[in-house]
């Protein structure tokens, strides 16, 4: 029989990109993804339509009863559905709570009934909130200061907690900011790198939060796709690892790279800085890159590729 991959939050942008790696794999693996459209679209669905082995179930992992459905048989179980927005987690920390944490015990129960091998979660760098010591490793205490980042802590300390108990072999993967082809940029909630991508296409004026010298560590899609690949193919390897590149770049060092790439005249202006924002961030990706593991992407590369996706969409 056929290996099954479950992708919470497939529709989204990383789980998108995670689904096609998937459907890629020699195996011709059964690949499902389970997404409500939450902040997920439709057209990352169509890329995969053609692959005889992908499905779509459009319901939530708040559902126990949908989730148990889908994750039957399972062999793997990428869960990357969230509230993923650290602003819209300081004005709807309960629902927050409801998606992050709940959302992910559901998931890990499922895992638990029907005896899944492998649970990876996505977590986030936001878990080391404005701890001063850089770049951020794994053995550093926690310090999240948002509800986005105290949810994704939760969520790791839960996956161990079914490690140790129930003996599925889990992984959280602690993503810095991941950017790529088919990043949203009309959310209210929207990401750097492709609202700049938008605004600098159509000659806008860029906006950005405070001074514009917040360090945030950029790494590719791609990448972050093959890191999840990667941890649930080593069966042995479970934990938290940072997923990054290990080197950084300032906010309006990105935003002037993107507008001499793109040859664009877009004015920069300094907004208001925003509430929850992380001042610098900077990751240690070695923990996971001595297993093996290693980026391919460094910012350059990967923005001339997100570049002409925005460009022939
Ligand atoms: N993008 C980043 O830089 C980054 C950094 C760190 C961590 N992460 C994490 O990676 C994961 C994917 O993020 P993304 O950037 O692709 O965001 P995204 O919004 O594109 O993807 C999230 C997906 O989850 C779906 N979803 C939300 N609530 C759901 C629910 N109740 N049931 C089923 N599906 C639901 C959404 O519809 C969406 O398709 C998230 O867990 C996020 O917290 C992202």
Redesign the pocket.
Known sequence: MNQKIVI??????????LADACCRLPETPEVLV????????RA?LERNQAHPNFRWVE?????QEVLDQVCAGADWIF???????VPESLIRPRECV???VN?TLNVLEAARKHKVKKVV??????IYGDDPELPKHEKLRPAPQTP?GIT?LDGEYYLEMYRREYGISTVS???????GPH??PT?QYA?AVPIFIKKALAGETIGIFGDGLQTRDF?F?GD?AAANLWVAQNADLHGVFN?ATGSTVTILELAETIRELLGSDSQIQHLAPRPGDIRASWSDPGKLFATGFRTKFDLASGLRLTLEAARHP
């Open positions: 919470t939050g497939g529709a989204g942008f990383i789980g998108s990109h389970l997404d409500n459209l939450r902040s997920g679209r990352n319901g939530s992992i708040c559902d869960h990357l559905a969230a509230m993923i927005s409801e998606l992050n959302g979660l996505s977590s986030s760098a936001a986005y994704k993967l602690r993503y810095f900011n991941v950017f990043q949203d959310s990401a790494v899609v972050v997923v």
